[in-house]
Structures are given as structure tokens and as C-alpha cells.
């Protein structure tokens, strides 16, 4: 595999054309909006730089990896001779499901088609296509240039071929594939996300404070970052969204989102994002800040 096309150039998408490109494939960078792609590529390029300054790669390892990514705003432009398609667009079901309709009208019958979806099932995506056997579940976690994992997520029909040609790539480019099967949440999230809504729920019952709960988590288990700011970072409407599918996905209460995380995304409190969440964001300082109505 040579010719590499990634479909949407937001957060996940700049970060997994710049490995592709890094490791010398030709990348195909496409999304509908070219202010999204102009975003992306200056995105790689800072982020190139600091490789540079940090002496990890050469300038001209940054001036080759740039070469190697064309920017599309047309899909079928785009994907034209891909032999891997990585879709990163936006987490909704009703688009994924178009994308991959038209993917598989533009594409080759030889092409793969991946998806980095954080949630969405990997079987019914490849179901509207007409090769299930080559559609598979490539999860990057972000920032992707510097995060190792990739949770390579294998749908009901997914070949042992396809499976295989994926796992070896991702060791190619520096990665460390995760073979998992197609169920709700895979296992990042399925682990993860029950994990902050626990945190969301001990705060809500008044078991301990924001500060308390992530101090538990950071110092007794290691973990860089607490749950709730690491809820924070992720987005509340992301985190609730993912609770809902396996909530709906496993019909188990256990996973039934906290009632505080469904007031505080309604209300438009979604962590960083919005500027404030568990934590209050925005204030050019790295010191967390406590948002005003965590406060004692
Ligand atoms: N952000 C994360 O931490 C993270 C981590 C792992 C996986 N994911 C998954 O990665 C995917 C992308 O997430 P993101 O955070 O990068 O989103 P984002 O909102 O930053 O970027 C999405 C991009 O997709 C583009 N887009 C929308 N429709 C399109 C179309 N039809 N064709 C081409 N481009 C289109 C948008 O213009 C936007 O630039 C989602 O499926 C998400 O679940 C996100």
C-alpha cells in the first residue's frame, strides 16, 4: 500500500494524515470544508516544527512529509488510486453511513476502507457497502502523532487478510496495533467511559469534591490526569454520546449516563470546548481552576 486518502481534516484527521505522510506514504487529505483543510495543514506544519526543535526529525524529513500530502475538497478527486481510505469525519451515524456508500461507488473493489469512529459499530458501517470484508475499525487516539495505540477494531465480516494488512501497517509507522472485536464502546471506551460517568456519579451523590475525586485517581493510580479532567478534554457531549451507545448498545443500566452529565451538557457546559466543565478553561494559565459551581 502506497496511496493513502483520510476523509475529514478536523483533530483526528490532521493527526493521521501527518503519520501517514511522515512515514512516506502519499496522503490524499480531503473535507468539505477547505478552511478545515488550510487549519490542518498549518496544524501539521507547527507540529512538524516542534519535531524539528526537538531534534526528532530533520528539516527536511518536515519539508518531505509535507510534500507528500494533497489537499481535496472533491471525495472522488481524493480517493481516486487509494489503496487505504481512513475515514475521520464527523461522529454521526446518518453521514458515516453516506460516506461509505460513496466511498464504495468511488473506489477501487481492492480498497480498504477504514474508519477512526470513536463508537459507531464497524458491522454496520460495512454493511452498506459492498465489500464488509475489507471495511475495519482503525481507532487513533489523539494527539495522534504522539499517542502509540491504535485499537484496530474488526467488524463482523472483516477478513483475516484485511486484519492482518492493517495490523503490520500499523507497526510500520511507528504504532502499536490493538486487535479488538465489533462491539459497543470496542474497549477503550467500554473501559473508559464507565470509569468517568463513576466519577461523575461520586460527585453528584457528594462522595467527594472534582479536586478530591481526581487527586484519588492521578496520585492512587498513576493516571496523567484525573477522570473528570480528562472529561474535560474529551468533550461532556462526547462522553455523554458514547455512554448512550453502549447504554443503548448492551440495553444495561449500568452504563446509564449520571443525570449531572446530561444537565451539564444540556446546559452547554462541554469541558474545554465550551470553556468550562468540571474545570472553568480559557484563563492562559496550566493551573486547574475549578469551575464556579464545583466550588465549595
Ligand atoms: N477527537 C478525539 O479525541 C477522537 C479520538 C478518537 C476518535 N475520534 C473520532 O474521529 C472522528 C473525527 O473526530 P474529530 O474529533 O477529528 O472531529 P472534528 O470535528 O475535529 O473534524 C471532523 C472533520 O470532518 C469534516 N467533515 C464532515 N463531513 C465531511 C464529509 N462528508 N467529507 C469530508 N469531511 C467531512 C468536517 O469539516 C471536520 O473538519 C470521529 O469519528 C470521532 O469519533 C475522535
Sequence with gaps: MKNIAVIGS????NGIAHVFAQSNYKVSLIDISQDALDRALSTIAKNLDRMVSKEKITSADKEN????????TSMSEGVNGADLVVEAATENVELKMKIFKDLDEACD???ILATNTSSISITQIAAVTNRPDKVIGMHFMNPVPIMKLIEVIRGYNTSDEVTNQIMEMSKGLGKI????NDYPGFIANRILMP?????????????????????VMKLGMAHPMGPLQLADFIGLDVCLS?????????????YAP???LVNMVTAGHKGIKSGSGFYSWGHGTKDLILADQFKK
Design 177 to 180: 496495533p490493538v486487535e479488538v
Design 109 to 111: 473493489s481492492n480498497t
Design 65 to 72: 512529509t509535507l510534500t507528500n500530502i494533497t489537499a481535496f
Design 10 to 13: 478536523g483533530t483526528m484527521g
Design 195 to 215: 470509569m468517568i460517568n463513576e466519577a461523575i456519579y461520586s460527585l453528584y451523590e457528594g462522595v467527594a469534591g472534582v479536586e478530591e475525586i481526581d487527586k
Design 242 to 254: 458514547i455512554l448512550r451507545v453502549l447504554h443503548d448498545g448492551f440495553g444495561n443500566p449500568k
Design 258 to 260: 449520571c443525570p449531572l
